[in-house]
Structure formats: structure tokens, C-alpha cells
């Protein structure tokens, strides 16, 4: 019927209420083609974990902007292994230090992107990493 | 692949959300194995009761969903939903934001919560939701709650899908004159007022009173009712206001017959979309028919009388792509 469309969940961790970032990149990868589960602000990391799994995503994109992200990240990442999801990509974005990021990628977010990243960057990477797509 | 249906099935039916999850997809991805995995359900389903709700956007659908749900939770149902929002016209993204007001039961392991985009299907619902809600059925959700997009007056499909269909409406939207218009108030098996603190609202209430009275052919009245989902008054009245109306449906033979009008435009869309696939798709790829359009623009042909013409090589059983030219 239809080739697999990309299904990518944005969700915000933790307890910043900053969400612009996240409904940028959402309203980016709407815009390229793509479905975005949003399920808005302060979700903890099994909210996440759950919602992702029952939507059968493709991957997950975090945003944060309250410096818990060197627990919360791998945190989503564990829980969805537990879940047998590991499958589920990843990714990061917000207010990332530079030096935190490949203790980020070695627990196993995929790629973050920071403030001033192009959206097109992070919706070639996802079409580069989640395959199908159109 | 059989085998692995079968395994997800038992996994699902045991509440396991991931296999739940994988079945939809399965299902939105269509063709010959969401078809495979279908019949496989078949026998399955047919148990749970299926509500709709339906009203404007941003009338508070999801948040009514919540509110509903976590009721019916309390006494004990498994609860399955599937809310969709709209699917880009241009790009076939789209944001898929019920959750954000289902926040509550994400962790609850008795809901199972689905978003889905039209994907370019009209009347308020998505190509695959028909499908998704025999999942849940099959896979024992008790009770499966199917929230459309936002509609406007004419999306009418989600009465197609549900046994029963809750219209929410909300105050400021429109005079008595909107409240007799045909459409999306006819679908309506009850009705709810969503925002009840907000000035208006039962105004709005005795509106849609009113224009429920004017129907002579009404054996009984419609029950309209006044709730604020986020403040979560009125939710408990709600909740068995739809399970009475229910419970009608059910002893007066009414769902029979829904569910039976349901089975015969659900065939009849697999055989139109199989029409679609093997009669029409070879014709519109055909370089006949690039020329006959042609022809058309040109006006040195008629495209009726080719409609017509076409329509007679099928019922004579020639395939569309051999048409002659006429």
C-alpha cells in the first residue's frame, strides 16, 4: 500500500518547560514527511519509554534543557532496552555541553544535535538511520 | 509469518503493549500481510464495545478521552485507543499530539494509546484505524475509544467504525441555526458540552436540547450533557450516560444493525480498493489511457462515453488495460 513512514517521538525529560526547541525540530520533521508523536512537557523517563514502545517509533528525540541529561538520556536508553526496544534510535537535543557528549554517545544516544544545528541535519540523519521513509 | 502473528497475538492478549504496537503497524503498512494478519483476527473479534468521539478541534477530545478512561479503569475495563490528528496534504508528515493530554495513563498497563494520521483519508478517521481497532479487540481491550481529528460538520466516518458516538461540542461556536444543520449532529448518540465553566455553555446545551426535539421521527430523547474534562466534573455522569446509551443500543437490536451496515462497508471498501488495485491502477498506467487524456483535453472524445465504455469491458470481463480505442 505505502512504503514505511519514519515515526519519530519527541519528548522533553525532566522538568525545564522549554519546548520551543522540541516543536521546532517536530514541526521540521513534519514538514519533512515525517509522523511526530509529541507528548509535551516534564515526562518522566518511563512515560517515555512506554509511549515510544506503543507507538512502535522508529526513534526518539529528546529535548533538554536542564542539565539532567547525562542521567535522563541514558536512562530512556536502559529502559527501552529492558523493554526489548532497543531497536528505537535515540537522539538528543538542547543544551548539551560539548564535553558530555561521547559519554552520551558511549551509553548510546546516536547522535546530539545542539542549538544552531540546521533541522535539515537532524532529519538527514534520521532518513539516513531509520530507513523506508519517502 | 503466520507463526509470528500468532505469537504477538498471545503476547498481546497477555498485555504485552510492544506486540499490540507491532500488529498495528503491521496493519498500517497494508497490503498482503495486513490482510493475512486481518484474518487471523477475524475470529477474534466482535467482543469489546467500540465509542467514538468526535467534535471541532481543540474542543477537548483528548482530554475528555483521559478524563473517561481513567473512569472506566476504575471499574476494571481494559481500555484501547486510537486517536488520530491530521496528516500534511503536502508533505504526508504530520504532529501527532493527543498524548499530550494522556499523560496520565501512559503508565497505566490496562490502556493501550495509538496516535495515527489521516494519511490521506477524509471523514475524520485513518486508513488504518478500522484495522487498529480489531487489534485491540482481538487482543481483549474491553472497551476501545476511537477519537477523531478535529472535524467540521461533514466528517461522518467515525460512525462507520463505533458502535456508538459521543459528539463533544463547546460554547461560542455557533447559534441554533448550526445546531439543525445536517452532518456531523446527526451522527451523535449523545452529546457533551465540553467547558462548562466557560459563559455560554448552556446555552450551547439547550441549543443542541432544542434542535434533538425537533426530530419527530425520535423515539426518545438524546441525552445532552455538560462536563469540563479538565476539571473533570461531570465525567462520572458522562460515563454512564454512555454506557445506558449503550446498553439501549444493545436491547433495542440497534447495534445489530450497526454492526452489520459496519461489516457491509467495510467489504465493500476491500472490494473497491482491489478494484482500485487490479482494474483502475493498470488502466491509469496504461499509455492508452495517457493518450485517450489527450484526446479528452483536446476535445475530440468524450470522456462519459469512454467511462461508460470501460465500464461494459469489465462486466463483459475484459481487463481495463486492453480497452480499444474508440
Known amino acids: 500500500m505505502s512504503e514505511k513512514k519514519i515515526r519519530v517521538l519527541i519528548a522533553k525529560p525532566g522538568l525545564d518547560g522549554h519546548d520551543r526547541g522540541a516543536k521546532v525540530v517536530a514541526r521540521a520533521l513534519r514538514d519533512a514527511g515525517f509522523e511526530v508523536i509529541y507528548t509535551g512537557l516534564r515526562q518522566t523517563p518511563e512515560q517515555i519509554v512506554e509511549a515510544a514502545v506503543s507507538e512502535d517509533v522508529d526513534a526518539v528525540g529528546l529535548s533538554l534543557l536542564s542539565g539532567a541529561h547525562n542521567y535522563l538520556f541514558p536512562r530512556v536508553i536502559e529502559l527501552l532496552r529492558e523493554q526489548d526496544a532497543n531497536g528505537i534510535l535515540v537522539f538528543g537535543g538542547g543544551v548539551i555541553p560539548e564535553e558530555d557528549i561521547p559519554g552520551l554517545k558511549q ?15 537532524t532529519v538527514d540523519f534520521l532518513r539516513a538511520h531509520c530507513g523506508g521513509g519517502e | ?65 483521559n478524563a473517561l478512561t481513567k473512569c472506566w479503569r476504575a471499574s476494571g475495563l481494559r481500555v484501547g485507543i486510537i486517536a488520530v490528528d491530521p496528516t500534511s496534504p503536502f508533505t504526508g508528515g504530520a504532529i501527532l499530539g493527543d498524548r499530550v493530554r494522556m499523560g496520565d495513563l501512559t503508565l497505566d498497563k490496562g490502556v493501550f494509546i495509538r496516535s495515527m494520521g489521516t494519511r490521506g483519508q477524509l471523514g475524520g478517521l485513518s486508513p488504518a484505524s478500522a484495522g487498529a481497532v480489531h487489534v485491540l479487540d482481538a487482543c481483549g481491550y474491553d472497551l ?92 462520572e455522569e458522562l460515563c454512564a450516560a454512555l454506557d445506558t ?54 476535445r475530440k472524445e468524450s470522456p462519459y462515453l469512454w467511462a461508460a465504455e470501460f465500464v461494459t469491458q469489465i462486466k463483459i470481463g475484459g481487463s481495463g488495460c486492453e480497452l480499444h480505442e474508440s
Open chain 2, 245 to 298: 446509551q449503550y446498553q439501549y443500543l444493545d436491547e433495542s437490536g440497534e447495534l445489530a444493525k450497526r454492526r452489520s451496515l459496519r461489516l457491509r462497508s467495510e467489504l465493500l471498501t476491500l472490494v473497491r480498493e482491489g478494484i482500485e488495485q487490479h482494474l483502475l491502477q493498470p488502466l491509469l498506467d496504461s499509455p492508452t489511457f495517457q493518450q485517450s487524456l489527450q484526446q479528452f483535453q483536446a
Open chain 2, 1 to 65: 509469518m503466520r507463526q509470528d502473528f500468532d505469537d504477538l497475538l498471545t503476547k498481546g492478549r497477555a498485555g504485552d503493549k510492544r506486540a499490540v504496537a507491532r500488529l498495528i503497524s503491521t496493519i498500517e503498512q497494508g497490503g498482503e500481510e495486513s490482510r493475512s494478519l486481518l484474518t487471523q483476527l477475524w475470529p477474534h473479534t466482535g467482543q469489546a464495545r467500540i465509542f467514538g468521539i468526535t467534535g471541532p478541534p481543540g474542543a477537548g477530545k483528548s482530554t475528555l478521552t
Open chain 2, 144 to 235: 476501545i475509544l476511537l477519537e477523531t481529528v478535529g472535524v467540521g460538520q461533514s466528517e461522518v466516518a467515525v460512525m462507520e467504525t463505533a458502535d456508538l458516538v459521543l459528539v463533544l461540542n463547546v460554547p461560542g461556536l455557533g447559534d441554533d441555526v448550526q445546531a439543525i444543520k445536517a452532518g456531523i449532529l446527526e451522527i451523535g448518540d449523545l452529546f457533551a458540552v465540553n467547558k462548562a465553566d466557560r459563559p455560554g455553555a448552556d446555552r450551547t446545551a439547550n441549543e443542541l436540547r432544542a434542535m434533538l426535539e425537533l426530530g419527530e421521527e425520535e423515539k426518545r430523547s438524546l441525552p445532552v450533557l455538560l462536563v469540563s474534562a479538565s476539571q473533570g466534573t461531570g465525567i
Open chain 1, 107 to 121: 551509553a548510546g544516544v546516536a547522535e546530539v544535535f545542539t542549538p544552531g544545528t540546521p533541522t535539515s541535519e
